[in-house]
């Protein structure tokens, strides 16, 4: 088997970090970006809390990195916004030259970077995991104060525009969200499943007793015949286009 590979991306004047996890099969052509959210989250958030092992051990091999302000990649936050954020995933999906259609896994606010992509790439499968979404006025408006104000009136989130991308998605979706999720409230990721009329399949997964930050730690510690399903789910989602090995 394939050893991880770390690589680097050239983007802006930044330098973004980033990993490959190969899968355990031979045969296996599943490859998903996986897009971690905002704060302390980083692409090790991801190896932490048990998914990205578990998928490389159920043949999903997957790509992420850090955005800037995050991470081994580093910076300040405040030369990024919601929209460089997507920029620099499709940076990485040309350097790294990944197969389309994409499998796209996104976490918190990397979910709403993930629906973006899904208007200028062909996109086979969304993982959307507690999943917040963005009014369009904060898309370009660097981290910081004034990003701050915007997002943080209520229900600004309302107005994304991340239903409207939805309905047009074709692909498979899951989103996966937690019952005590205290940043982003049910209604986000049931109007988002709602929204998705034309997939190919749809499924929304609320995990019982989890929060926003501990879902998969959660189940991988405690729970590990419900972590076993909810990965099977996820793989069956992301196989949504490819055969299973």
């Not at 992420?64 to 300040?76: Q, R, V, W």
């Not at 991340?162 to 409230?185: M, N, Q, R, W, Y």
């Amino acid at each position: 088997m394939q050893a991880m590979e770390t690589f680097d991306v050239a983007y802006e004047n930044f330098t973004l970090k980033g990993d490959f996890h190969p899968s355990t099969s031979s045969t296996s052509a599943c490859h998903a970006l996986i897009l971690h959210g905002a704060g302390g989250s980083s692409r090790a958030t991801a190896s932490r809390s048990g998914l990205r092992p578990a998928l490389q051990a159920r043949g999903v091999a997957s790509t992420s990195f850090d955005c800037i302000g995050h991470g081994e990649t580093g910076g300040l936050l405040q030369y990024s916004s919601l929209s460089s954020r997507t920029r620099q995933a499709e940076a990485v999906i040309a350097a790294r030259n990944l197969t389309q259609p994409l499998v796209i896994f996104g976490s918190s606010m990397g979910a709403y970077n993930a629906i973006k992509l899904t208007q200028a790439h062909e996109v086979a499968a969304l993982i959307l995991i507690v999943p917040g979404v963005y009014e369009p006025a904060a898309y370009d408006v660097p981290f910081g104060p004034q990003f701050s104000e915007i997002i943080r009136r209520d229900r600004s989130w309302a107005d994304s525009d991340a239903c409207a991308i939805l309905s047009k998605f074709t692909g498979d979706l899951l989103i996966i969200a937690a019952e005590h999720d205290a940043v982003i409230p049910l209604e986000i990721p049931e109007r988002l499943l709602l929204s998705a009329r034309k997939a190919r399949s749809r499924r929304l997964r609320v995990v019982a007793g989890a929060d926003h930050q501990h879902l998969f730690p959660l189940l991988s510690e405690e729970r590990p015949d419900e972590f076993d399903e909810l990965m099977d789910l996820i793989v069956d989602c992301a196989h949504g286009s490819t055969p299973r090995p």
